[in-house]
């Protein structure tokens, strides 16, 4: 009795086990739950809290709109105008300035944190029609086949189940729709990760995590495959921002609420561990950071694309075998 107690008190030692009336499908479902590696609650905080100090959320919206104007061009690679399109993620409305009437009709804006996504409900006007949606990117819920297309701009890199929401927008999309997105990854903040890791172990011995954790260019594809999104091509772009000092560049992330939110981050940081951090970081060759923006355009496949994918596999049949015939 005594032992059940304790486990009870301790919920990390607890397992999953099957009550008998559930199902095989339900007891998998329960047990297979996403790894949560991020604090949902703490990054929809920080997102509000950022956008309640509008002129300093306005001051750093340098990056977001830069990613969003190149997003944008991206959409306009495709020859298509949209009626309804909507951004997961939207935050302070940053792709619906670089979008205009000839690209679609409505831009339905989603984002979590209900502050931040009406920061500029007063102050800007749009060239299209928007429609701001309190929505939890981890779980977009739209009706079957009923989106044009989808847009992301910097908001995925903080989601638990990035398949899951992947998959999501995919059931969302109609025949042969179109799904953008862009995310840090790779080696985004890599000076700054460095300059902290050093420092912690010089200071405490240990390494915390300051930085969360990103994805990659094959994870992302992977993923995308896995989602069931087709015809996708990923592309890099390196954003290159000078900052004077390490305290600059930590006090501008604070103001676009993209701080730490790791489930297992640290409550706070020791003076000398940040004096000695911002130490490191001058006494580099080169203080720049480099953001890494993974720019995703995928197609939900339909019949035509099929039809399309199996002519080209056997025209490339064909020209192979006439190759072989000439060259004997």
Same mark, same amino acid.
């Given at each position: 009795m005594r032992k059940a107690m304790q486990l009870c008190s301790r919920p990390w030692l607890a397992r999953t086990y099957t009550t008998g009336k559930e199902t095989a499908r339900e007891y998998l479902e329960k047990s297979a739950a996403p790894f949560e590696v991020f604090d949902r609650n703490a990054k929809r905080m920080q997102r509000n809290r950022a956008a309640a100090r509008? #002129? =300093? *959320?306005?001051?750093v919206d340098y990056l977001k709109d830069e990613v969003a104007a190149r997003v944008s061009d991206r959409l306009l690679d495709i020859k298509r105008r949209y009626h309804t399109v909507v951004e997961i993620g939207a935050g302070c409305g940053h792709l619906a300035k670089a979008v205009d009437e000839d690209m679609m009709d409505r831009l339905i804006m989603c984002d979590m944190a209900e502050t931040a996504l009406d920061r500029d409900i007063d102050a800007t006007e749009y060239e299209v029609k928007v429609e701001r949606r309190i929505v939890d990117e981890e779980a977009p819920v739209f009706d079957p086949a009923s989106l044009?297309?989808?847009?992301?701009?910097?908001?995925?890199?903080?989601?638990?189940?990035l398949p899951g929401m992947l998959i999501q927008i995919r059931k969302a999309l109609v025949p042969d729709g179109v799904f953008i997105g862009a995310m840090f990854g790779g080696d985004s903040l890599f000076e700054l990760r460095t300059a902290l890791q050093l420092a912690d172990v010089e200071r405490d011995g240990g390494i915390a995590a300051? #930085? *969360?954790?990103?994805?990659?260019?094959? =994870? @992302? /594809?992977?993923? %995308?495959?896995r989602a069931g999104l087709t015809l996708s091509t990923i592309d890099v772009d390196n954003i290159v921002v000078n900052y004077p000092s390490m305290l600059h560049l930590v006090s501008d992330i604070n103001a676009m609420g993209e701080g730490n939110a790791v489930v297992q981050r640290l409550p706070f940081i020791k003076r000398d561990? %940040? %004096? +000695? +951090?911002?130490? !490191?970081?001058? /006494?580099?060759?080169? *203080?720049? !950071? !480099?953001?890494?923006?993974?720019?995703?355009?995928?197609?939900?496949?339909? #019949? +035509?694309?099929? +039809? !399309? @994918?199996?002519?080209?596999?056997?025209?490339?049949? @064909?020209?192979?075998? #006439?190759?072989?015939?000439?060259? %004997?």
């Open positions: 509008a #002129v =300093d *959320s306005r001051e044009d297309a989808v847009v992301s701009s910097l908001s995925m890199h903080w989601v638990n189940d300051r #930085v *969360s954790p990103l994805t990659d260019t094959r =994870d @992302v /594809g992977s993923l %995308l495959s561990t %940040l %004096l +000695a +951090a911002s130490a !490191i970081y001058k /006494g580099k060759p080169c *203080s720049l !950071i !480099i953001f890494y923006c993974r720019c995703c355009v995928c197609y939900c496949c339909c #019949v +035509a694309q099929r +039809a !399309i @994918v199996c002519c080209r596999d056997a025209l490339a049949r @064909v020209t192979h075998c #006439v190759n072989s015939y000439f060259l %004997l």
